[in-house]
């Protein structure tokens, strides 16, 4: 399966500040995916970033918000823009590996926001 | 759209004790399953999908799921849990090219 190395792995920004968290991946990938995770919560799905296009957002995140970049098939940004508290998550990227997606979603580490 | 339930927020097991977490899903066509485990401070760790085939899948660390489609369930087990078990469990759906739909998750204690 593919590996994420994602960066930061954890920042401390402040409030009404921009962070942009990368994401590269070992090989080429169709699909990338960001999620938030809030403290003590689930995983949900931001967007999905296909190299290319622009990238498709969940009810409830739009782009001013999210921007997200993919430049090409190994690369994916997330930015969170005008941060406030309610940010503080954990960010994860995501990509599906195999055709039909047979070796499942492989996720990198994360970053730790912490807004102040 | 899909969804995924995991009714039970905590569960408590003793060591050695057999272990079965719960997961409902709904969506419309079959579904791609799968169970994520997430120790404290840790990535995601997939322990096993489901894609087509035989219903009963095998994972990593010892662990098992079997699909019933009549039940619309992905159910989680272990026949004896380590105390090194303890971790957040995630039950997820996907749909075709989407992304994961994750259900709420379980924290599992291990108590000794």
């Known amino acids: 399966s593919a590996v994420i190395s994602q960066k930061p792995s954890r920042d401390i920004c402040q409030r009404g500040t921009s962070l942009t968290i990368q994401c590269q991946v070992d090989s080429q990938v169709t699909m990338m995916f960001w999620y938030r995770q809030q403290p003590g919560q689930s995983l949900t799905l931001i967007a999905t970033a296909n190299q290319g296009s622009e990238a498709t957002y969940e009810s409830g995140f739009v782009i001013d918000k999210f921007p997200i970049s993919r430049p090409n098939l190994t690369f994916s940004t997330l930015t969170v823009s005008n941060m406030s508290p309610e940010d503080s998550s954990i960010y994860l990227c995501?990509?599906?590996?195999?055709?039909?997606?047979?070796?499942?979603?492989?996720f990198g580490s994360g970053t730790r926001l912490t807004v102040v | 759209a899909q969804s995924v339930t995991q009714p039970d927020i905590h569960i408590t097991v003793s060591e050695g004790a057999s272990l079965e977490l719960r997961c409902n899903y709904s969506?419309?066509?079959?579904?791609?399953l799968f169970w994520y485990v997430q120790s404290p401070g840790q990535g995601l760790q997939l322990l096993l999908k489901?894609?087509?085939?035989?219903?009963l899948v095998q994972g990593i660390k010892g662990f098992e799921a079997e699909f019933k489609r009549s039940q619309s369930s992905f159910n989680l087990r272990k026949p004896s849990v380590h105390w090194s078990d303890a971790a957040e469990y995630f039950c997820a759906v996907a749909g075709g090219a989407d992304g994961l739909t994750f259900g709420k998750g379980t924290h599992l204690i291990i108590q000794p």
């Open positions: 969506y419309g066509a079959t579904p791609y």
């Open positions: 995501s990509v599906a590996g195999g055709t039909a997606y047979n070796y499942g979603y492989t």
């Open positions: 489901y894609f087509s085939g035989d219903t």
